[in-house]
Structure formats: C-alpha cells, structure tokens
C-alpha cells in the first residue's frame, strides 16, 4: 500500500519537457508552441464572437514573431502586474488575472507596432476573449502534456 506524498504527486504529473534536466530552451519552444496554438484558436474565437479582424496578423512569420514576443512579454510583465494588482486579485478570487493576460496582449500588439510586425488585437474586449481563450488552451495543452494528465492515482 503506497501512500500519497507530495514528492510521488511531483513526479507523476511533472510534464517531461518541464523537468529539471531538460535543457530550457526546449521548456521555452514548448510554452512557445502553446501560445502559437493558443493564438490560432484566440483568433477565430475572437473573429467569430465579434466582427471580422478584431484578432488578426498577416502571416505565419508575424504569428510566430507575435508569438515569441508574447512568451517574453508574459514572462517579464506578468509577475509585475500581477504584484501591483494584488488587491484586486484577492478582491476578485483571481478573476483580474484575465485582465492582467489582455493588458499583456495589448502590449504585445503595441510591440509588434513599433517592430513592423502587422499583428492586431482591435480593443480591449477582443483582447479580453482572446487572452482567455490563450488561456484555457495554455491550460488543457499543458495538462494533456504531462505524464499523467489526470493526476496521480491514489493506491
């Protein structure tokens, strides 16, 4: 009879390219895959929930440019906004990280601006969709990545 730990559960749903020994450029084209699939599925949610090209980019160069940009711009932006919307995390239960993902996808439209890469994100509502759509995507790609997506069995 084998007890549940918090070390058995670590090593049973750690997904793989996320580990210790796996080189980090490897764990950043994985999350940097995510978000590439995150985008095309936020991109005909948006579209399809509002009028045409309110989410858009010109081609598959701006995608993964837009992309890669977002990956940096969440790793860096997010923490800090996180931390100076504390109170309005606690306020919300967590709902105004939604908001914190749509600010950063602004940002990532704003520095595709200033680069030439034609990515749009066309208002705050349609970033709003967009960055929960990227999310939930982010999330059940992930979870179906690890070693046992479903979660340690309790024997």
Do not use: K
Request: glycine content about 6%; hydrophobic content about 60%; overall charge neutral.
């Amino acid at each position: 009879m084998s007890r549940f730990t918090v070390d058995r559960y670590w090593e049973e749903t750690e997904p793989p390219w996320d580990r210790g020994d796996v080189p980090w450029i490897v764990r950043i084209a994985v999350r940097w895959g995510i978000t590439i699939v995150g985008l095309l599925v936020a991109r005909e949610v948006v579209n399809w929930a509002y009028d045409r090209d309110r989410m858009d980019w010109e081609d598959w160069q701006a995608l993964l440019l837009a992309a890669a940009i977002f990956v940096v711009m969440r790793a860096v932006l997010r923490p800090v906004l996180i931390f100076l919307t504390c109170a309005l995390q606690l306020i919300t239960l967590g709902l105004f990280i939604f908001v914190v993902n749509a600010l950063i996808l602004l940002a990532t439209d704003a520095v595709c601006d200033w680069w030439g890469i034609n990515f749009e994100v066309a208002g705050f509502f349609a970033a709003l969709l967009g960055a929960f759509v990227i999310s939930v995507v982010s999330f059940v790609l992930s979870r179906f990545l690890r070693r046992n997506p479903l979660g340690p069995r309790l024997t």
